[in-house]
């Protein structure tokens, strides 16, 4: 039995997982649980799962989860805030620790936990995005793993499996295209943020989802897959299909391409992160060909979808630029889902900051090179919003 530890457990990463244990329990068992602030859940999912330890990351509901499960017996550890959640990245005998924590807040619990010497089932790609000039030194030096959990960088890895060292040529990462790939690129003037969270295809946070409207999140899974798989730039291509069935493909070096397909459901890769090398035996929905019907591709509009651009350019520029383009498109999503600019404000608002990065661009830079660039760039976006607003409203007078 597989001993995981879960942070960001009330997600939609974290509930899928538990979906999965809960399915499996001769599989896995969890040691410790993380999540924000929502009370109600967490504690049914202590309940349910008996963590040895617990945090909330809002420190302030620390007494409302203690009065919510004060009958449990025995009583887990609990913590909050920050330094409770990386707490439990690091506690015990967990063998795998999945990383559903949204944005770059998961950086600091990712590295406490493979300094303890715990694989990394990585659900969250900011964390390498911003974080790999450091994550990636420090996998090797404890020696541990890093198995992806997202469905794209799972289908590579899944693809990967008896390719020989140096086989790998060029990869293709799927995208459904998101809420607005039938949409007119002038009619995106007119979004909202109903809108933009409303996937075609696959259930997410918001936050993910808007970047899968911007397709930033492919982006940002360009970076990853670099930092992943080793690969150049130039040999990583993204490719718009609709249908989400192949979750993405590798190009071998004598031109054969191998391709990973499923139905829309995070729970595979999940799963396989979970139990590899292993391979589980479910009961959920095999893929039907016929049903799944015609599988259909096309080149991704770079006018529609300028953060593409930004995330290769940033990609490219390494360094510290990664991890302020990753914190930029964050701020610049929430300021957007509070309805504080607009939809096509927020690749204007990452590419000035960018821009304003590029001399002090670090190439070798170190954790907290990392946070401070993470820190200013949120700051920047609310500054560059600012200018946005005011130019905005004196081209109205």
């Not at 919510?68 to 015990?92: C, S, T, W």
């Not at 995208?175 to 039938?182: E, I, L, V, W, Y």
């Amino acid at each position: 039995m597989k001993a995981i530890t879960l942070l960001g457990s009330t997600g939609s990463i974290g509930t899928q997982t538990l979906d999965i244990v809960s399915e499996h329990p001769d599989k896995f068992r969890i040691v410790g649980l993380a999540a924000g602030s929502n009370v109600a859940l967490f504690a049914a999912q202590i309940r349910q799962f008996r963590p040895q330890i617990a945090a909330i990351s809002a420190v302030d509901k620390l007494p409302e989860l203690k009065a919510a499960i004060q009958d449990i017996d025995p009583q887990p550890i609990l913590l909050a805030g920050q330094a409770g959640v990386i707490e439990v990245a690091r506690y015990g005998d967990a063998e795998s620790v999945v990383t559903g924590i949204v944005g770059c807040a998961g950086l600091l619990p990712t590295i406490a936990a493979i300094e303890a010497g715990k694989d990394i089932a990585l659900a969250n790609k900011e964390t390498l995005i911003a974080g790999g000039p450091v994550v990636l030194p420090l996998v090797a030096k404890h020696g541990v793993k890093i198995l992806p959990a997202d469905s794209e960088h799972s289908a590579i890895f899944q693809c990967l499996q008896g390719v020989p060292k140096g086989g790998l040529r060029r990869i293709l990462l799927t995208a459904s295209g998101g809420a607005f790939r039938d949409w007119a690129v002038e009619k995106l003037a007119e979004v909202t943020v109903a809108d933009a969270t409303k996937h075609p295809n696959w259930s997410m946070g918001r936050k993910i989802t808007v970047d899968s409207a911007t397709l930033m999140n492919k982006g940002l899974e360009v970076i990853e897959a670099h930092y992943l798989f080793g690969l150049d730039y130039d040999d990583i291509e993204i490719v718009i299909h609709p249908q989400s069935i192949i979750h993405s493909l590798i190009e071998l070096q004598d031109s054969s391409v191998l391709a990973q397909l499923g139905w829309p459901d995070m729970r595979l890769p999940l799963l396989y992160a979970l139990s590899w090398p292993e391979r589980i035996y479910t009961n959920w929905e095999r893929l039907n060909l016929v049903k799944a019907g015609d599988l259909t591709f096309r080149e991704p509009d770079h006018q529609k979808y300028p953060c593409m651009r930004l995330a290769y350019a940033a990609g490219r520029d390494g360094g510290s630029m990664p991890a302020v383009l990753n914190a930029a498109n964050e701020q610049a999503v929430a300021l957007f889902l509070a309805e504080k600019i607009h939809f096509l404000d927020i690749p204007r608002c990452i590419e000035s900051v960018c821009d304003r990065h590029q001399d002090d661009n670090k190439q070798n830079p170190t954790l907290e090179d990392i946070l401070e660039s993470d820190r200013w760039a949120r700051q920047e976006v609310i500054t560059a919003a600012e200018k946005l607003a005011t130019s905005q409203i004196m081209s109205l007078r």
